[in-house]
């Protein structure tokens, strides 16, 4: 019999953002400002946690019980990176934000939400689930971005062709950018790299 507790934690917004209902009835982030494409919005961190992890975060909204599946990455390892309020970004297949990090951030398990296009405030702040979600475990689904280069159905970098996998090899963050090369070293082996992707196995040491 199970008799944890959930975890109640208040999540702590950056003032650049804000949690909103967006016009689909789910919870999306905001910007609250103008942010020029190529400048970071937040940085903010992560962590592991068991799939049976139940946690409620304390948001502006009210008290959201966090569904594990939904809200979450599943791992190489089978824990699930955990973002608290970011939990909440929604993915566009044209996304306004990407996921850096920078020198020793993997080991704080730190990111930086980056402006991939110029924002305004108000805009909803989006990511593209498929540059680090490995397989969309708990959370698949079919795209409703509009979006003129749409993947439609999103299951995840794993369920991309390999042609379309290497095109997105330089926007990956690193554990996914892993698990890429080691699953497809025979094709890459047969494949002319651009130099980008070159030079990132070999400082990943790949
Ligand atoms: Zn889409």
């Excluded at 699930?80 to 939990?87: H, K, T």
Aim: aromatic share 12%.
């Amino acid at each position: 019999m199970k008799t944890s507790t959930p975890v109640r934690e208040i999540a702590v917004i950056p003032p650049q953002i804000e949690l909103r209902p967006t016009k689909n009835g789910y919870i999306g982030i905001f910007a609250r400002y103008d942010f020029k494409k190529g400048t970071d919005i937040y940085s903010h961190t992560f962590r592991a946690v068991p799939e049976d992890a139940e946690i409620i975060l304390v948001t502006p909204l009210g008290e959201v019980p966090i569904d594990i599946k939904v809200h979450t990455v599943r791992r190489a390892d089978g824990m699930r990176d955990y973002f608290g309020f970011d939990s909440f970004m929604n993915h566009s297949c044209d996304a306004n934000t990407i996921s850096m990090m920078y020198p020793g951030d993997a080991e704080k398990m730190r990111y930086y939400t980056h402006a991939a296009k110029d924002i305004a405030a108000g805009d909803e702040i989006t990511c593209n689930y498929l540059l680090f979600d490995w397989d969309c475990d708990g959370h698949s689904f079919d795209c409703l971005c509009g979006a003129s280069g749409c993947f439609g159905h999103i299951g995840g970098f794993t369920d991309l062709s390999f042609d379309r996998q290497l095109a997105f090899a330089d926007g990956l963050d690193d554990p996914t950018f892993k698990r890429f090369v080691a699953g497809a070293r025979d094709q890459l082996n047969k494949t002319k790299l651009p130099d980008s992707v070159i030079r990132r196995m070999a400082a990943l040491g790949l």
